[in-house]
């Protein structure tokens, strides 16, 4: 049971901890959390027009059903763009700073204790990077929210995030 050889040829990867390295971290949160979560946009206005009119969409396909007979098939996209870009800068902020977190604190303290002390310092890493991808998050989501649930509201963020500013 031989061990293949990995070979890596010149311009296939990148050096941990170096600024490409955190791109690509950052890059990959971008497409995981934005691709995914702009994917699941219908669902997620059906979900949010349940908790805030629960006796009008008595449940998902009841939800479905009501938003397509009053607004048409593309009424289920309403909400796309905060959430789109509400969900690739928080997992730019995830996936990007988390690493950039996991490798300043682990110069800060050493290599030994980084080792000795990882799962701690991985946490640590972890929730200071949710902190900061979170704040990035939240003016897009308080935007998709009053997009899909607040009746009369624009369907357009260049509209909807203005307003919610000036407020």
């Given at each position: 049971m031989g061990g293949g050889n990995l070979v890596i040829l010149p311009g296939d990867s990148c050096a941990y901890g170096s600024p490409k390295f955190f791109?690509?971290?950052?890059?990959?949160g971008v497409l995981s959390c934005g691709v995914t979560h702009t994917a699941l946009t219908p669902l997620d206005l059906v979900k949010c027009r349940i908790q805030?009119?629960?006796?009008?969409?008595?449940?998902?396909g009841s939800g479905f059903k009501v938003t397509v007979a009053e607004?048409?098939?593309r009424g289920l996209g309403r909400g796309w763009a905060p959430t789109a870009f509400g969900y690739?800068?928080?997992g730019l902020g995830k996936f990007?700073?988390?690493?950039?977190?996991?490798?300043?604190?682990a110069d800060a303290i050493g290599e030994e204790a980084a080792f000795q002390w990882r799962t701690s310092l991985y946490l640590a890493a972890s929730a200071s990077a949710e902190f900061?991808?979170?704040i990035a998050l939240c003016p897009f989501e308080a935007c998709k929210v009053?997009?899909?649930?607040?009746p009369g509201a624009s369907p357009l963020?260049?509209?909807?995030?203005?307003?919610i500013w000036k407020s």
């Amino acid at each position: 049971m031989g061990g293949g050889n990995l070979v890596i040829l010149p311009g296939d990867s990148c050096a941990y901890g170096s600024p490409k390295f955190f791109a690509l971290c950052g890059l990959g949160g971008v497409l995981s959390c934005g691709v995914t979560h702009t994917a699941l946009t219908p669902l997620d206005l059906v979900k949010c027009r349940i908790q805030v009119n629960p006796t009008k969409y008595k449940g998902i396909g009841s939800g479905f059903k009501v938003t397509v007979a009053e607004e048409g098939m593309r009424g289920l996209g309403r909400g796309w763009a905060p959430t789109a870009f509400g969900y690739s800068l928080q997992g730019l902020g995830k996936f990007g700073l988390y690493e950039v977190f996991k490798k300043v604190y682990a110069d800060a303290i050493g290599e030994e204790a980084a080792f000795q002390w990882r799962t701690s310092l991985y946490l640590a890493a972890s929730a200071s990077a949710e902190f900061f991808a979170d704040i990035a998050l939240c003016p897009f989501e308080a935007c998709k929210v009053r997009s899909q649930t607040q009746p009369g509201a624009s369907p357009l963020l260049r509209v909807i995030m203005p307003g919610i500013w000036k407020s």
